[in-house]
């Protein structure tokens, strides 16, 4: 039927045959209409990404992908318009009332199997096609939004643009050149540079379209609007020396800026929220609060270290003070009609996807639907002679860059939210550093256009690097890039010489260093570009998802709060600094996707409305807290006043995720420092020398057993990797035992970090334990409350000027941070040298996260040469590649390094860590060199009988016990059977509780369950998983703590929801509906347990583990084994690693044989049970009822001989 090989690959006869079935059992099943569509819908999703599986395009949308394969497989247009209705249908479920649903089922059914026809060239069945319409949906032609119309190219000359347009799936004429008066503005603007970047399957925004003999005449044309491009991004490309895009690489390259105009400009904002919340605070209050939240950059800003240049910088702050609360405070009233302080916005966040930007305003003030905004600047404007006419020193002329910056503001107004011209009143931007700095901006079309032309460009050079590399980069040069032919001294003195410094360590790279740089360069522009748009293995992912997920898709995916209220208000005087939103109804379960500490954006609608978070400003923020009743977040900016905050009965309030995109500057900016750092250390990370050993270095503390690896640590003086499989100490012994060492020596200081927030919570409270003092980087929100007084921001309250902040960072041995907070604070090593840093979980760690912290330097001239000084001497990574590693966005095809220098580093895929890649250069005949490499074998959480699968599966049989108390227990005699005398009875007739009582380790079988219900869901499974908690819970009685006692792992966040409510129907059959505080608090203890996928689990333990696998069908497989890979001929099953080693006493696994076998690591599984006789294959209601047999007697050791093919390699 079609000649693509690759959909071809892709898409087999067996996937045909086995959606055809998932149709007809939609088509066929007796629900309502809404559940029907969900499940269609799901199924239209499902063949769609398998036949893209294997194609190395990214497409942003559900449109994107369907006309994809609509061209590959030559569809013929009515067909194509069929399966794009259907697309559109299911796109529109929520909108659409339940009869004109059913009306359209039949045909939505026919088009999602002639989808299936034509990408496998099979024929529905007779049995499906009974469900047929009998007739071709009739179309009737959309009208076309008179706003904004998504298409994508097919082809293009010099003057029009052929492409397939969305409401239709039609092809349209595009007129992009000088013919399109309203494109051109007569002739003042410019699009020919479209015909340079356009490729085929690109998207394309047309806004404001007239249509003039058939031919589409938009006012603007955006590229690839769904890559949200930042104002400020777009102005900063607007320099003196160049209007062009490629200034947007310099800047991304750039070291993180540290100078006086930046800790100025961030004054001048504290000012502005002072004036705008009318606090009156003195000039010493203000200068103490923001020295406090500015601990790290003012006192590593080499300006600040001159005692004239803070003399200056206190008297211009002081002015700037003056000004703005001159300018804003008595000026801003008397010049703004209807101006009221206390109806003021600051600095709200806004996305447009029609315009394909984003950013922050200042301030906003809005009031009748008129619009005023202010665009603070606190350096200098435009240059100006003295000598020309009406020159006033005290009256800045404004810099084209912030003239842009208004200009796109005053579009985005326009366009996006639909404000009239005459609505639009004041556009202003506030030149803190002139008495006279107040200046009205008037429209400036011209120079719109050419923001626009901006925006596009990057959106192009953007998508092209992540794509395509970095290379560009390399042909960079100051006189290159200098194409407004800038002279004189400003080019001379400053231009030229930033240039230089920046792009000069590329120039002098070695051939493995520019590959192993641009390398990583591509690929964390690709994770930025994926972040953005989305990956093609996951639905729902990146974060235009926010407008281009339906309502349905978001509350599927967990990835919206809706219909809230905002309950209360959180206030420091005046301010909102916090809100508390309660949910229409309270949620003993909840399934979303959100946790305390995510970044969200909030945002007001209409009751009976779709949230739209593009429609108006929205409110960045944090969440503090999640409860049944709502949740609570932190505003990232506190606001003047309640009544910013629409608060009528018609109005609700929606929470999703958000994205920033600072820590993509770090990552890019911590890579190029690579480039700059001292040739011993960029030798080390391109394995060109062998790390240093001193074995003269001997231990001062005694560490018992440990002793080995911490006098090896000690012996390495580059680096040094510890792995530490599960329940090993890698924490509590491995990395608390090296430090302690090193504070032997009286003058080291040592940092400690890790990737996640909690992991550095529990290196904190092992801190604590040890009465080892310590600061923490990082924000109040991220970090327990039991270690808030550790905090750098916390601290440094007790400190009045600089010098005393300076010697308490450098009094301090001890620092603790995650790896992105170090990032974000990289000037902390340029003011204090650490003689080691610990990395925990370096296994989850991406390299390109640790680069920049590995290079970090600082310079000195030694013989008139500039010379590299490490800031971190010695790193010891503590991780283990066996369990979880990283979450990426890329595919493993994306990811690959073809390069064959980096493969000789063993760099092969940019997904390992950087653990990973030096274990196989440390990887020897014998397994690893024991100078570089030491491994936790002794573990003392699992119960040895739990722990004989994972050992001999996952870690080749080098594990054993402690052995703990808990590790040896003859079967039957843990803390479930401690209360026999009281639950004889129990203990003899449930069988459950029996069948604890005979197996550590136990796999039930679940029964095949119909694809009527949804896939990610599976009743029977819960329903035995909560019969097995209430058995647990009735057992240990008093004993049962939610926190430690039970734990369930499922790979889908549907189930948990299921299993949520299962366990409260099986309590309410147990102990009935009782209202007692006692009922009560039973019912709160089995609510509480956690339920989570398993990448949530890493890092914790449960005396009892209970596994729910919940797949139901073959492909599912794919998702609960996406982590698996091959090592010393074992197939290492990562997920499957965490979740069973997560088991202190008892390790319970429900499933579906007949699916899992299809994987030979499950199979093996399963075999495993049966060969320990603790293989259970009851009946749903009779395993509930513990009315079964169970396998008397321990089989352990049986098992042990009879198991695997990997147990007879070892």
């Given amino acids: 039927m079609h000649s693509n090989n690759t959909i071809e690959k892709s898409f087999t006869t067996e996937h045909a045959m086995l959606f055809f079935k998932e149709i007809e059992e939609v088509a066929a099943g007796y629900f309502d209409i809404h559940a029907k569509y969900a499940m269609l819908r799901d199924v239209f999703r499902r063949v769609v990404n398998q036949a893209l599986s294997q194609t190395s395009i990214n497409f942003i949308g559900l449109f994107a992908k369907v006309d994809y394969l609509m061209k590959q497989l030559n569809v013929p247009t009515s067909k194509a318009q069929l399966i794009h209705d259907t697309r559109r249908m299911l796109n529109a479920i929520h909108t659409t009332s339940g009869d004109e649903l059913a009306a359209a089922f039949p045909y939505d059914v026919k088009a999602t199997a002639l989808l299936v026809e034509l990408l496998s060239g099979r024929t529905a ?69 479209l015909k340079q970047i356009l490729h085929k399957d690109v998207q394309l925004n047309l806004v404001r379209i ?52 930046i800790h100025l400009g961030n004054l001048a904002g504290q000012f502005l929220d002072e004036t705008i919340h009318e606090r009156h605070s003195t000039f010493n209050e203000s200068i103490i609060s923001f020295f406090h939240n500015n601990a790290i950059g003012l006192t590593s800003c080499d300006d600040l270290k001159k005692k004239p240049v803070v003399e200056r910088f206190y008297k211009e702050a002081q002015q700037q003070q003056r000004n703005i609360e001159r300018l804003i405070g008595e000026v801003l009233p008397q010049e703004v009609d209807e101006y009221d302080n206390h109806d003021v916005v600051l600095e709200p966040t806004f996305f447009s996807e029609v315009l394909g930007i984003q950013g922050r305003l200042d301030l906003l003030h809005e009031k ?25 020193p005290n009256r800045p002329e404004p810099q084209e860059k912030h003239l842009v910056q208004l200009s796109l503001y005053r579009a985005l107004f326009n366009y996006e939210f639909g404000k009239r011209a005459d609505q639009l009143r004041h556009f202003m931007l506030l030149y803190s550093k002139y008495s006279e700095g107040l200046v009205s901006i008037a429209s400036m079309p011209e120079l719109t256009l050419r923001a626009i032309r901006m925006r596009n460009l990057l959106a192009w050079l953007h998508i092209d690097c992540a794509n395509n590399g970095f ?38 790279a070695t051939p493995l260093e520019l590959a192993y740089y641009l390398r990583f360069m591509r690929f964390v522009g690709k994770e930025h570009l994926l972040s953005k748009i989305g990956n093609k293995t996951k639905d729902d992912s990146g974060f235009a998802a926010v407008w281009l997920d339906t309502l349905e898709d978001k509350r599927a995916a967990g990835n919206i709060y809706e219909g ?94 958000d994205m920033f995109e600072s820590s993509v500057k770090s990552l890019y900016s911590g890579i190029h420092s690579f480039l700059s750092a001292s040739k011993e250390r960029r030798d080390l990370l391109l394995c060109q020398r062998e790390p240093t050993i001193d074995e003269s270095q001997k231990l001062c503390g005694d560490y018992g057993s440990f002793n080995t690896l911490v006098a090896r640590a000690k012996q390495a003086r580059d680096i040094f990797l510890v792995i530490g499989p599960p329940g090993t ?227 080749g049989g080098k594990l054993s016990v402690v052995p703990l108390p808990h590790q040896t227990l003859p079967t039957g005699t843990d803390e479930l059977t401690k209360l026999k005398t009281q639950n ?28 009527t219900t949804a896939m990610k869901t599976n009743q029977a499974e ?19 703590d939610e926190a430690q006692t039970v734990g369930i792992i499922v790979p889908y966040r549907n189930q948990i929801a299921t299993i949520r409510s299962a366990i409260d129907a099986a309590y309410r059959t147990m102990y009935g509906d009782a209202d007692s505080k006692q009922a009560e608090a039973q019912r709160n203890k089995l609510h509480n347990i956690t339920i989570d996928t398993v990448e949530r689990y890493q890092g914790s333990q449960r005396d009892y583990i209970i596994y729910g696998f919940t797949v139901r069908q073959r492909y599912q497989l794919d998702f609960l084994t996406n982590n698996t890979f091959e090592e010393d001929a074992m197939r290492i099953d990562r997920k499957l690693n965490v979740a069973m080693t997560r088991a202190r006493l008892h390790m319970l696994m429900v499933g579906n044989p007949e699916v899992l076998r299809q994987d030979e690591t499950f199979s093996r599984l399963i075999d495993f049970a049966k060969h320990s006789g603790a293989y259970y294959d009851i009946p749903v209601d009779r395993y509930c009822a513990g009315d079964f047999p169970v396998n008397t007697g321990n089989r352990f050791v049986s098992a042990q001989i009879k198991t695997t093919d990997n147990i007879k390699k070892t």
């Fill in 125 to 193: 069945p007779e049995s499906l096609s009974a469900y047929f319409a009998t007739t071709d949906r009739k179309r009737r032609w959309g009208k076309l939004d008179a706003n904004v119309l998504r298409c994508i190219v097919n082809s293009w000359d010099d003057v029009y643009i052929y492409a397939t347009e969305e409401q239709n799936a039609t092809e349209i004429k595009i007129c992009y050149g000088r013919q399109n008066a309203y494109l051109w503005l007569n002739g003042k603007g410019d699009w020919s540079y």
């Fill in 210 to 261: 007239r249509i003039e003999d058939g031919v589409y005449m938009p006012e603007l044309i955006i590229y690839e609007p769904d890559y949200l491009i930042d104002i400020t991004a777009i102005a900063s490309c607007f320099e003196t020396y160049a209007e062009s895009p490629y200034v947007s690489l310099v800047n991304a390259v750039k070291p993180q800026p540290n100078t006086i105009h």
């Fill in 368 to 392: 009748n639907g008129n619009v005023t905004i202010i665009e603070q600047k606190s350096g200098k404007g435009a240059f100006v002679p003295f000598t020309a006419d009406g020159f006033n």
């Fill in 471 to 508: 290379g560009i980069l390399r042909s960079l040069t100051p006189d290159t890039l200098n194409r407004n032919m800038l002279s004189g001294r400003l080019w001379d003195e400053w231009v030229r010489p930033e240039l230089e410094r920046t792009l000069n360590p590329i120039r002098m």
């Fill in 564 to 657: 809230l209220t905002i309950a209360s208000f959180g206030e420091n005087g005046d301010a909102v600094e916090s809100l508390q939103l309660k949910f229409s109804e309270a949620r003993s379960v909840d399934t979303s996707n959100f946790r305390t500490g995510d970044i969200v954006i909030v945002y007001p609608y209409s009751l009976g409305c779709v949230p739209n978070a593009c429609a108006q400003m929205v409110n960045r923020a944090s969440i503090s807290d999640i409860t049944e009743e709502g949740v609570e977040v932190v505003l990232r900016n506190s606001q003047t006043d309640r009544r910013v905050f629409d608060l009528s009965e018609d109005v609700r309030w929606a929470i999703e995720h």
């Fill in 729 to 955: 100490g890698k924490t509590s012994f491995g990395l608390l035992n090296i430090l302690k060492e090193e504070l032997t020596t009286p003058a080291a200081n040592v940092v400690l970090l890790s990737y996640t927030n909690r992991a550095v919570d529990e290196i904190c409270s092992k801190l604590v334990e040890s009465n080892i003092d310590f600061l923490r980087i990082g924000s109040e929100l991220n970090c327990d409350k039991a270690f808030s007084d550790h905090l750098l921001c916390n601290r440094a309250k007790d400190c009045r000027n600089a010098r005393a902040v300076s010697e308490l960072i450098a009094n301090t041995r001890v620092f603790c941070a995650t790896t992105s907070a170090l990032n974000a604070n990289i000037h902390l090593l340029k003011i204090k040298h650490f003689d080691l840093a610990i990395i925990d979980e370096s296994s989850q760690i991406l390299e390109p996260h640790l680069i920049g912290l590995l290079a970090a330097h600082t310079s000195t001239t030694q013989n008139s040469q500039l010379k590299a000084q490490n800031s971190i001497s010695r790193f010891v990574l503590i991780g283990d590649h066996k369990q979880l590693p990283a979450v990426v966005q890329q595919t493993a095809e994306e990811s690959r390094v073809d390069e064959p220098e980096l493969h000789a580093i063993n760099l092969t895929d940019c997904r390992l860590s950087l653990f990973e890649r030096l274990l196989k250069w440390f990887k020897t005949a014998e397994g690893y060199d024991p100078r570089f490499v030491y491994m936790l074998t002794h573990q003392g959480r699992m119960h040895q009988e739990i722990a004989e699968f994972p050992n001999i599966e996952f870690y």
């Fill in 984 to 1011: 004889s009875k129990l203990k003899i007739q449930n069988g459950i509780v029996r069948m604890l009582n005979a197996h550590r380790i136990a796999f039930i079988a679940s029964p095949h369950v119909d694809n």
């Fill in 1022 to 1040: 819960a329903e035995m998983i909560a019969a097995t908690v209430m058995q647990i819970y009735r057992s240990t009685a008093d004993r049962f």
